[in-house]
């Protein structure tokens, strides 16, 4: 089991987490929210706890929870830019429908 | 599918309920638009990858307006209906128009309303319009570049802008459809830029030379509230001026140029900005015009502009002095506005105030900048608030009471929001109505203050003079806007007024204000406790008036009628003529003295009538 985050994506949380002055990575997960069910999770992580899994992606660490690593194996994280919008994106295969706007998922 | 930002931890919102918030720099000759994402906060910019949106608005017939670049690019040939500039209008009423500083190349339509309206092919138009048009430009930049609706802005404004400039202001963000979390003073988002909110205290002196206003504003900031010291500055003073004096440099090497030649200004004018800003990084710079050749050295333009910039440290001098601080007090300096990246600028502010000035965001960025981060934090997406910003009354806000003296609800440099109730009462007997006069200013009496506004509470139940219990609450909300409530409190009868004053202060008033206050200390002293002995004066006439016309005749012999009514006339005389409070407050004495037996005698006589007829037990 395992997610993969692109260089792009690995490089602009490297300077947001140096811009915000403290965290050891980023924490991925998922939560039950939305229209479609459920919802990433993408924040600034400050500590590791016992269970969770961590990747390091171009000297970042990426923490996720067992549980979501669940929903979220084999997914990509990218940065990307669509018009004047720039952000991460998650390439999820597990994702089977998600709501229009793709702000939430089901599996 | 979406493109998501990193949330603080714990933080992360459900899908379709972010809250995306910007802060917005609107500024006389640009505005900007900042968010923070993932965390950071930065400006946003537009398809051609450019931050600054100049604040022009072209107007046309029959298509709807064009905002910055585009604008722009019509000031030449269409300069009545390009409007620049217009924050210098904001708040002001027609009478504002001849003292507001700058020229202002419009044609103003004749109205009856006191917003001075200004005449375009579109019809007329006022500030707040022009600028809600800049501000629709704004939120639909920072939409596009969101993926989503933004829930809230932080507006940044000068320190100096009054009640009536900021209530335009929000009046533009209303008519630009947007939510205004909180306007900040530019000075104060400079600070939070820097992150100087994060210190328990400092005093920052923050330099802010723009396009064409210079204004330097002293900050205190202690236990995370920005109290403003003092702003002082120059409204037409700018980068624009550096060109200018560029460019009458080029005219005067041209062997024959032609006074007055329109065109030629404006091309050297062009020529003259891209010297400065090569000169930021060069030593010379080569000037080519037609035949002509020149170069210009880094030396030569600070001697240009050398008188220039030493205007701005004299307002420094002066901002200080206000303060009344020291320039080694200062603990920090801002440097904002597009023109302090000129180097000869920085040094002689380096050496004005022995310390090595902040410089590092950009200069035109660093205001927006701080309000996206404050406005981040009003949208609630951190997590333990990690500073609630507080920013300050400028003038002490009052009611009117008799005589005219102004009794101060709310004291100036008091944290805002605030609210502060105070409880009055009638004057005279059977009073059903109380007028609210409310009032900004340090002076005690009300022609010295600044009238804000006036309403009357209706409906209170006639009672004895004193008797009624009006309580008067005064509202401040985060941006400084007041609301005044007024409540009888045996009725609950109440009535209100929101503060909208027509005309505005400028920022040498409120020193001038300020000032006078301290200057006048001693006399207005005198003056109140004058205008409180007369005050007291009508006050035992009345009530003696009001006894001796309710009581039959069989209290007072004739004789002591007599007695009464003289001593009655001789106090009215002496509250007329003399000009000193001891002798009224003697006056006021000998007739107390002299009516004693009388009062005595209304005392027992209500006491028998209260107890007549009744058992000694049901007392």
Known sequence: MGITMTEAAASRVKTFIEKRGKGVGLRLGVKTMGCSGMGYVIEFADEVDEQDEVFEFHNVKVIVDPKSLIYLDGTEVDFTREGLNEGFKFNNPNEKDSCGCGESFTV | MALLQISEPGMTSAPHQHRLAAGIDLGTTHSLVATVRSGSADTLADSQQQHL?????????????????????KANKDPLNTLASVKRLMGRGQNDLATIDGHLPYQFAETDSSV???????????????SAEILKALRQRAEDSLGDILSGVVITVPAYFDDAQREATRDAAKLANLTVYRLINEPTAAAIAYGLDQQTSGTIAVYDLGGGTFDISILRLSKGVFEVLS?????????DDFDYAIAEWILQQLPNAVADDQALLRQCLTLARQAKETLSHH?????????????????????????????????CRRALRDAKLNKDEIDDVILVGGSTRVPSVREAVNAFFERTAHSKLDPDKVVAIGAARQADILAGNKPDQEMLLLDVIPLSLGIEMMGGLVDKVIHRNTAIPITRAQEFTTFK???TALSIHILQGERETVETNRSLGKFVLHGIPPMVAGAARI???FQVDADGLLNVDAQELTTGTRSNIEIKPSYGLTDNEI????????????DDVELRSLREQQIEARRTLEALNAAMESDDETLLSEEERQQLYAGHSELAATCKTSEDSEVIKAAIKKLEKSAEFYVERRMNSSVKKAMAGQQINDI
Do not use: C
């Open chain 2, 53 to 73: 949106l100049p604040s022009v608005v072209h107007y046309s017939k029959d298509r709807p307006p064009l905002v910055g670049l585009e604008a722009l690019a």
């Open chain 2, 116 to 130: 001075p309206r200004i005449q375009t092919v579109a019809g007329a138009v006022s500030a707040i319009e022009v």
């Open chain 2, 231 to 239: 702003t002082g500055g120059n409204s037409a003073l700018g980068g």
């Open chain 2, 283 to 315: 030593e010379t710079t080569e000037i080519t015009l037609d035949h002509w050749q020149g170069t210009l050295s880094r030396t030569n333009f600070e001697a240009l502009i050398a008188p220039l910039v030493k205007k701005t440290l004299s307002s």
């Open chain 2, 429 to 431: 007997d059977g009073q």
């Open chain 2, 471 to 473: 309580k008067v609450t």
């Open chain 2, 511 to 522: 020193e001038t204000m300020l000032r006078s206050s301290i200057d006048n200390a001693q």
